[in-house]
């Protein structure tokens, strides 16, 4: 199938209020030019030169998405261009962000990585960790980032059970967050999980925010 066809096909499947996140990462900025020609204008990519690089060959209504793991030492390079950063996976990162945004003179959006994979290598937040991080007003205080909700990763399995029970838990904790520590933040509102093989389940379990790569682009070259 096509880029465009691939992306007419997904948009048709998804339910009212569930956007996609087309994952461009690897490749080439021709291919992104045919999804926006597609109609498509929410993008993610995992590593800061490869934004930088892309971000300005593309228009400027592009809504890019920085879904990949940020080092530090990356933080400025990214707050320049990323409209929404999905993977803050620590404190340390999420103040470094806010206070680098404050230095651009820009707002960022972000959304906080929930750890509910088994793979050890996958990062982000225990889920009763940042519940108790939360609470503990630990997320307050930001003048220049706006906490908009939760991103997460499954299991790489083919057991689907595993991968439901993940996202349930990944939704149960967005709206624990929502009920308590988050109630007072009306723009708390996206739960970004869901990529090519899971979209299915992550939409059944209340995902608003679906990053496909593969089942757009086709496989990426490394
Ligand atoms: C690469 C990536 C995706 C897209 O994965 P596909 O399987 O190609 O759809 C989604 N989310 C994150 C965080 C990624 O790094």
């Known amino acids: 199938m096509s880029i465009a066809d691939s992306i007419k096909d997904i948009n048709g499947q998804l339910p009212q209020g569930v956007r996609l996140v087309a994952v461009s990462k690897f490749h080439p900025v021709e291919a992104v030019k045919e999804a926006y020609d597609a109609g498509q204008r929410v993008f993610g990519e995992s590593r800061a030169q490869e934004l930088s690089v892309k971000a300005p060959l593309m228009p400027g209504d592009v809504e890019w998405h920085f879904i990949g793991h940020l080092q530090t030492n990356k933080a400025?390079?990214?707050?320049?261009?990323?409209?929404?950063?999905?993977?803050?996976?620590?404190?340390?990162?999420?103040?470094?962000?806010?206070?680098?945004?404050?230095?651009?003179?820009?707002?960022?959006?972000?959304?906080?990585?929930?750890?509910?994979?088994?793979?050890?290598?996958?990062?982000?937040?225990?889920?009763?960790?940042?519940?108790?991080?939360?609470?503990?007003?630990?997320?307050?205080?930001?003048?220049?980032?706006?906490?908009?909700?939760?991103?997460?990763?499954?299991?790489?399995?083919?057991?689907?059970?595993?991968?439901?029970?993940?996202?349930?838990?990944?939704?149960?904790?967005?709206d624990t967050l929502k009920a308590g520590a988050m109630s007072g933040n009306t723009s708390f509102d996206e739960i970004s999980m869901g990529m090519s093989d899971d979209w299915h389940i992550a939409v059944q379990h209340g995902s608003t925010l679906v990053r496909i790569g593969t089942a757009i682009f086709g496989a990426r070259q490394y």
Do not use: W
């Open 76 to 174: 400025r390079q990214v707050v320049q261009v990323a409209h929404v950063i999905e993977s803050v996976d620590s404190l340390k990162l999420l103040r470094l962000i806010d206070s680098e945004a404050a230095r651009a003179g820009r707002t960022i959006d972000v959304l906080l990585q929930l750890h509910v994979a088994r793979e050890e290598a996958k990062s982000g937040f225990a889920p009763d960790e940042l519940l108790s991080l939360a609470d503990a007003g630990y997320l307050e205080g930001l003048t220049n980032t706006r906490i908009r909700g939760i991103m997460a990763m499954a299991t790489f399995t083919d057991d689907e059970a595993q991968i439901a029970r993940e996202f349930a838990t990944v939704k149960q904790t967005f």
